[in-house]
């Protein structure tokens, strides 16, 4: 067998599709397995948008797309950035690519090189590292625990911060966590970065519309910075569109063009149909929207209570996304049947395996003592689910 790329051998695989995958098996031989693994809305993608991709192929959008997508998808992405956020970019500044993943990525490989360092806040998304590895530079993690809501200080920003320093992503709301920075929060950031004019900002804020403060807060607002402000965002989670893989960046020009010009050797622009879907979907009804937010709200209520009454479990009370991510360490050390839970990673396996749920361990998000379950299924599944989880951590001893 031939050896694969040095690049390719230092990345390691998702933990997050790995649990997924594990749970399917399973199911597939004939057990009942609730999976809370996956990062996806379990609603229907709303029917106006579907209505406008049939259009699309109707009016024949099978040819390639500009590189950076169609103009009215950009437009209609600058149209909801003045309205809802109070944000003006131009459509040049914007680029859409297949789904935010791929936006988050370009953007790494764009400014990123050979020895840069990207400031990642613990609990990350999974990603992030292996995406700062591939444009060979090297993650800077700063960590936040439960006790601090999972959000870093403007003082841990400004300790991590040395001369090699070339970016920092910041996620919020957060996957994993479902914590939500204030706009008082990013501010402090913000005036931290502002001495650092060198310091590129990606702000993943792909779970805008699932947020249960009320508002969004973008760091972007904020005038010392707005100028090196990377905004990623797509419609895959607020629209319910996470099959149709359209992300988004809205950059300071430079950066925009470097991302086009790479996409444009590597992908070229995104699905031509899906981009017409998203179009309808930014421009047209946005009542959608806000009663699938009420449904995760109300569904974060539920699993708050439930996993607050298992013993051992530390929850805290997320503002946004569809995510708890409770400290499970109480239970590390314990064993079951004679096999010991090391970590996370064992405990979210005995919990697949015995409970028959499916979760992720937090060593994937950077968190070792934490485990992130997603309320994105009915309120049945979830009130089973964690009844399951419940018993499954009681013969834990």
């Known amino acids: 067998m031939f050896p694969v790329s040095d690049r390719l051998a230092a990345l390691s695989p998702s933990e997050t599709l790995a649990m997924s995958q594990k749970s399917n098996e399973l199911k597939a031989q004939g057990?009942?397995?609730?999976?809370?693994?996956v990062g996806e809305p379990?609603?229907?993608t709303p029917d106006h948008i579907k209505e406008a991709a049939k259009q699309a192929?109707?009016?024949n959008f099978s040819f390639y797309s500009p590189v950076p997508g169609y103009p009215g998808l950009r437009n209609a992405i600058c149209a909801k950035l003045k309205v809802e956020n109070g944000l003006v970019y131009k459509p040049e500044q914007i680029v859409c690519s297949n789904g935010a993943k791929q936006s988050v990525c370009n953007v790494l490989l764009a400014v990123v090189g050979k020895g840069d360092e990207v400031i990642i806040p613990a609990p990350y998304w999974v990603s992030y590292p292996e995406m700062v590895k591939l444009a060979d530079g090297t993650s800077v993690f700063v960590s936040a625990g439960i006790d601090q809501d999972f959000k870093i200080t403007a003082k841990q920003l400004e300790d991590a911060i040395t001369p090699k320093t070339k970016a920092i992503i910041l996620c919020s709301p957060s996957n994993p966590t479902g914590s939500v920075y204030?706009?008082?929060?990013?501010?402090e950031l913000a005036d931290v970065l502002a001495k650092y004019p060198n310091i590129i900002i990606l702000s993943d804020e792909i779970y805008e519309h699932i947020n249960y403060l009320g508002t969004h807060e973008s760091i972007a607002q904020f005038?010392?910075?707005?100028?090196?402000?990377?905004?990623?965002?797509g419609v895959s989670k607020g629209y319910a569109m996470t099959g149709w893989r359209i992300g988004w960046i809205a950059a300071p020009q430079w950066i925009a063009s470097a991302c086009n010009t790479l996409q444009g050797q590597y992908t070229s622009g995104p699905n031509s149909v899906a981009q017409k879907a998203a179009e309808a979907a930014y421009t047209g009804d946005q009542s959608c929207v806000e009663t699938m937010r009420v449904a995760f709200e109300r569904r974060k209520k539920l699993v708050v209570d439930l996993a607050r009454q298992i013993p051992g479990l530390k929850v805290n009370d997320p503002q946004g996304a569809f995510y708890i991510f409770p400290d499970c360490s109480a239970y590390i050390g314990k064993s079951f049947n004679g096999k010991a839970i090391e970590n996370s990673g064992d405990l979210a396996m005995y919990l697949l395996e015995e409970g028959h749920v499916a979760c992720v361990g937090g060593g994937a998000f950077g968190a070792p003592d934490c485990v992130r379950f997603s309320y994105a299924t009915s309120d049945e599944n979830l009130v089973k689910a964690f009844g399951w989880i419940k018993e499954a951590l009681a013969k834990l001893n």
């Open 42 to 44: 379990d609603f229907n």
């Open 31 to 37: 057990f009942d397995v609730i999976n809370l693994s």
């Open 182 to 187: 204030s706009k008082v929060e990013l501010k």
């Open 223 to 233: 005038e010392n910075v707005r100028e090196r402000v990377v905004l990623i965002n």
């Open 57 to 59: 192929v109707d009016n």
